[in-house]
């Protein structure tokens, strides 16, 4: 018998470690469900050796955060010509990266809540960088993800110990004025829409507590006209090629009643968990937790499969280039 051996990472460097083990452990189980053979790999220093003793053929991560998510793993991967499920090395850090990713946003006319990115050294100044943004704003870690480190500001006073805060995160912080409206996600799979959900919850911000412990309420489709459902959902599909992304990818936008939607962020290692998002937009669609899984298997590759050989090109026609 031929067959693949899978190997789900969990685990991993960040501080979304947890929320991994649990959406590593639903895939393993879900893939084991349908027949693959699959180990579980713990990621984290000597990834490479486990990598090699479990003697995987493929990995699927299930990994969130830095390292996992932010295209290092990804980067070992592609050296050891092991195809993986998600983005590729580029895709995964620009997207890690809010600032870098808003600047893409920008240049591809998407719109994105106004905002600035400082770092620790900034700290002092960061009263004057704020300028006229306002208040209330939000500060989150540049790099990071189910809302660790971020606050909601309401005071130029609380400002500072909300940077500060942040940057223990990877070192810097965005600010962006905070938009009031409905949260919607829109979730791709090899770059189609596959749905969309809005996300309604109790507290001010869409926090850790509400993410991961309940109280929040999701509404498939979204409570939008079809046309603004759809305008997002191209919004999103934009973002995803802007970024160069593959696989699996959950785009977050707020909605505000009066005024454009406003694009968060792009995941490009969505939550899995039995209570995520994409598992809940696929199952909308009529894909099981177990067909999902199984897709996203389907789709993992190496980006640098297609790259064929330099044609050899004769030194005099370098010269010629050159003094053109
Ligand atoms: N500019 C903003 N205006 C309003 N709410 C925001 C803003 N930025 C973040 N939030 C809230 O915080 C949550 C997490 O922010 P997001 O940028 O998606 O980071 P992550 O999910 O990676 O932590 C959002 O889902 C939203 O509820
Ligand atoms: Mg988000």
Same mark, same amino acid.
């Given at each position: 018998m031929n067959q693949r051996r899978v190997g789900v990472l969990l685990g991993g460097w960040g501080e979304e470690k947890e929320i991994s083990m649990k959406t590593g452990e639903a895939i393993a189980s879900a893939l084991e469900k349908? +027949? *693959?053979a699959v180990t579980r790999v713990t990621a984290g220093p000597g990834l490479d050796q486990s990598l090699r003793q479990a003697g995987v053929d493929v990995a699927f991560l %299930? =990994? *969130? +955060?830095r390292m996992g998510e932010d295209g290092k793993v990804q980067g070992l991967l592609e050296v050891m010509g092991l195809p993986y499920t998600g983005s590729g090395v580029l895709a995964s850090a620009l997207a890690m990266n809010k600032g870098f990713a808003k600047k893409l946003f920008r240049q591809h006319n998407l719109a994105t809540p106004a905002g600035y990115v !400082? /770092? #620790?050294a900034e700290l002092d100044e960061v009263e004057e960088l704020h300028c006229d943004l306002g208040f209330p704003c939000v !500060?989150?870690? %540049? @790099? +990071? /993800? @189910?809302s660790v480190g971020l606050s909601l500001v309401h005071t130029l006073e609380e400002l500072r110990p909300a940077v500060a805060s942040a940057c223990r995160y990877g070192g810097e912080a965005l600010v962006e004025r905070y938009v009031k409206g409905r949260e919607v996600t829109v979730a791709i799979l090899g770059g189609e829409v596959l749905g969309s959900c809005e996300i309604s919850s109790p507290s001010a911000t869409f926090d850790y507590t509400t993410k991961y412990e309940g109280g929040a309420r999701y509404h498939l489709p979204p409570r939008l006209s079809p046309t603004r459902t759809s305008n997002l959902e191209a919004m999103a599909l934009t973002a995803y090629r802007a970024l160069g992304c593959k696989g699996a990818a959950r785009i977050d936008f707020i909605c505000p009643d009066i005024g454009n939607e406003v694009l968060l962020? !792009?995941? #490009? =290692?969505?939550g899995m968990t039995p209570s995520s998002l994409l598992p809940k937009i696929a199952k909308a669609r009529g894909l099981s937790f177990e067909d999902l899984c199984e897709k996203l298997l389907a789709l993992a590759e190496l980006e640098n499969v297609d790259v064929r050989p330099m044609p050899r090109v004769s030194a005099r026609v370098v010269v010629e280039r050159h003094a053109g």
């Open positions: 349908r +027949g *693959h %299930a =990994l *969130h +955060g !400082v /770092g #620790t !500060v989150k870690p %540049a @790099s +990071g /993800g @189910s962020e !792009v995941n #490009t =290692l969505p």
